[in-house]
């Protein structure tokens, strides 16, 4: 069995909130992430991200973009690291993305810009934002320990195209999910 995920207590999560993440949130976050993963976390000193490094003609901020930042302040060493931003993020291959998780590097991304209910006309509501945000952590968490979509649209990895599959999921991994990160795959 290899010791990565679920489970093995001696690889931290670390919550790097980009800019101003209210503090009371990410303490609520890690400690939820603590729960589904068996991993102790720790938040890390905000990593300040100006405006500028946004993409000109689209507005957001590029996935690589942020990871390199990650990566260079906040080496993930032994552990896993989950960025999570407010600025609307895009990779490539995709208008917008909720989140996403680097294998290779161990570095897991978040933006709340699209996961507020704000965002769709609706009146804020932090519990709902809460809930989107775990979800969509525990998933970019599990993509950078090497799990892949999951099938089962209650899973949190299954692959979410818009805020309504999000919603539909739940905020564990599935019992062959749980078997595979345990498993270290």
């Not at 670390?14 to 400690?31: K, M, Y």
């Not at 960025?83 to 993305?97: F, G, H, K, L, P």
């Amino acid at each position: 069995m290899h010791d990565v995920g679920p489970g093995n207590s001696q690889e931290p999560i670390s919550i790097v909130p980009v800019n101003s993440i209210d503090a009371d949130f990410v303490t609520r976050l890690g400690l939820c992430l603590e729960e589904r993963f068996l991993a102790p976390f720790v938040v890390r000193a905000p990593l300040r991200v100006p405006k500028n490094v946004l993409n000109g003609v689209r507005g957001q901020l590029f996935t690589g973009a942020l990871a390199t930042q990650i990566a260079t302040k906040y080496p993930p060493r032994d552990g896993y690291v989950l960025s999570i931003t407010d600025y609307d993020m895009y990779r490539i291959s995709a208008r917008y993305v909720f989140g996403e998780g680097d294998p290779t590097t161990h570095i897991a991304l978040v933006s709340r810009f699209r996961l507020s209910p704000e965002f769709y006309g609706e009146s804020a509501d932090e519990n709902l934002l809460f809930q989107r945000t775990l979800k969509e952590s525990v998933r970019a968490l599990g993509r950078a320990l090497g799990l892949r979509n999951c099938l089962n649209q209650r899973c949190a990895m299954h692959h979410a195209d818009s805020i309504f599959e999000t919603d539909n999921r739940l905020s564990n991994l599935c019992d062959a999910c749980e078997k595979r990160a345990k498993a270290g795959r």
